[in-house]
């Protein structure tokens, strides 16, 4: 059962280019999270999708960014014309969600390997 | 709103010995999951343990255990007989529900040899 898979592993952007980062999830999996992680920092929330819906994007900057899950093929976070500030690295992770009874239950995240941005 | 917080930017223990990791949160929920995560120079970031708030028992894995204090919102990672792989970045992570993931600053733990 293959892991998290994001690609690339490395981007490279010019300033202005557009960033498309990719997150296939677990096998069965049907919750996808984007992260962002600056140097020297620990992961900050960006955006809670599962299939064809977004559940929670207040991590993500309201310009700019957008994310997408769609019925089939991977995850998608897209960053158009990205500035130096975007540099960072990109992990996505994804998990089994269900609600059983009065208690849901977690699955823990899964992460993939991250995808590292740097806008010259 | 849900924080976590780690105190500790770094840490050192020598190897074989044992070190415990702090880590605290805040959350009005009562129902609600607790993970460590190491993340290694590679920057994957690999689950280390994961403790369910209803549950009393802590949870161990191995060389890696918790003491988790729901009423004091505590949960320290304790690390026995350290290991060189050890060494890496940890961070502790607060997950409610349907919501996303809450992670700490973290915690850079040295292995001295």
């Known amino acids: 059962n293959a892991g998290v898979m994001q690609n690339p592993r490395h981007l490279v952007r010019r300033r202005g280019q557009e960033a498309r980062l990719r997150c296939s999830p677990m096998?069965?999996?049907?919750?996808v999270y984007w992260y962002r992680q600056l140097p020297e920092e620990g992961l900050k929330f960006m955006v809670y999708?599962?299939?064809?819906?977004?559940?929670?994007e207040s991590g993500m900057p309201k310009e700019r960014f957008s994310a997408e899950f769609p019925k089939e093929g991977p995850s998608i976070l897209r960053i158009q014309q990205v500035v130096r500030g975007d540099s960072a690295a990109y992990f996505c992770?994804?998990?089994?969600?269900?609600?059983?009874?009065?208690?849901?239950?977690?699955?823990?995240?899964?992460f993939g390997n991250g995808t590292r941005l740097t806008v010259t | 709103a849900q924080t976590v917080t780690q105190s500790q930017p770094e840490m050192s223990v020598q190897e074989a010995e044992t070190v415990t990791l702090s880590c605290t949160y805040d959350t009005s929920e009562s129902d609600y999951y607790l993970f460590w995560y190491k993340q290694p120079p590679s920057r994957q970031m690999i689950l280390v343990i994961r403790q369910e708030a209803y549950k009393q028992q802590n949870a161990t894995e191995n060389r890696f255990s918790v003491n988790f204090q729901k009423a004091a919102k505590s949960f320290s990672l304790k690390i026995s007989d350290s290991q060189l792989g050890d060494a890496a970045m940890y961070f502790c992570?607060?997950?409610?529900?349907?919501?996303?993931?809450?992670f700490g600053t973290g915690t850079r733990l040295t292995v001295i040899p």
């Open positions: 096998k069965g999996h049907s919750h």
């Open positions: 999708l599962q299939k064809e819906n977004i559940i929670d």
């Open positions: 992570a607060y997950k409610a529900g349907a919501n996303n993931l809450f």
């Open positions: 992770a994804s998990s089994l969600f269900s609600d059983r009874g009065s208690r849901s239950y977690n699955s823990p995240l899964h």
